[in-house]
């Protein structure tokens, strides 16, 4: 059975920082793109970031370059996401995704970031 | 990356067609054929429907189907079921980058 399990979420203060985690199994985690997706509060989905099946090339949203960084661990089967300068507008869920092609064939449930004083 | 354009709500009745809207440019949806839709239900993640414009995922029912023309994608859903009412959420590839839709919340009447 495909799973992906987000951990990390929390509370933190503006400017703090936090670093998400998604821990892979049921399927090759080394054949897949990975994708961090985040959904504000009654809001829709956005895609944040992704990074490529060797860990060798990423890319960003715009909204999030040079604050966030996506990295992998392949062996471990573990995707990152380190969050840096955190603003009340990064209050989401964030949803780690496996990207089959361009979709994003799984996903995991989620996990809320919080970013308050 | 601005956003794709969906309509916020769409509804049928149980047996009917509905088709839902997804518009955006020759950035993202007009330049590659790689529109995905997304299925999600409140507190739930998102579930893929459509990958590439028209295929369907293993699992998903024949009664989801997928277009394009030009830049603007589209998802049917025919003979609307109770449980098809969702979020349904477009997403394009645009070169580096990735861009959802805002949503549309399907209503089965």
């Known amino acids: 059975e495909v799973q992906l399990v987000e951990s990390g979420g929390a509370l933190v203060q503006p400017g703090g920082s936090l670093r998400l985690s998604c821990a892979a199994s049921g399927f090759t985690f080394s054949s897949y793109w990975m994708h961090w997706v985040r959904q504000a509060p009654g809001k829709g989905l956005v895609w944040v970031s992704r990074?490529?099946?060797?860990?060798?090339?990423?890319s960003s949203a715009d909204f999030v370059k040079g604050r966030f960084t996506i990295s992998r661990d392949n062996a471990k089967n573990m995707l990152y996401l380190e969050m840096n300068s955190l603003r009340a507008e990064d209050t989401a869920v964030y949803y780690c995704a496996a990207g089959d092609g361009h979709a994003k064939k799984y996903w995991g449930q989620g996990t809320l970031v919080t970013v308050s004083a | 990356q601005s956003a794709l354009t969906q309509p916020p709500s769409a509804s049928g009745s149980p047996g009917q067609s509905v088709t839902i809207s997804c518009t955006g440019t020759?950035?993202?949806?007009?330049?590659?054929?790689?529109v995905s839709w997304y299925q999600q239900h409140p507190g739930k993640a998102p579930k893929l429907m459509i990958y590439?414009?028209?295929k369907r995922p293993s699992g998903v029912p024949d009664r989801f189907s997928g277009s394009k023309s030009g830049n603007t994608a589209s998802l049917t859903v025919s003979g609307l079921q109770a449980e098809d009412e969702s979020d349904y959420y477009c997403?394009?590839?645009?070169?580096?980058?990735?861009?959802f839709g805002g949503g549309t919340r399907l209503t089965v009447l």
């Open positions: 997403s394009s590839y645009a070169g580096r980058s990735w861009v």
């Open positions: 590439e414009v028209n």
């Open positions: 990074i490529n099946s060797d860990g060798s090339s990423t």
């Open positions: 020759s950035s993202d949806v007009g330049g590659y054929n790689y």
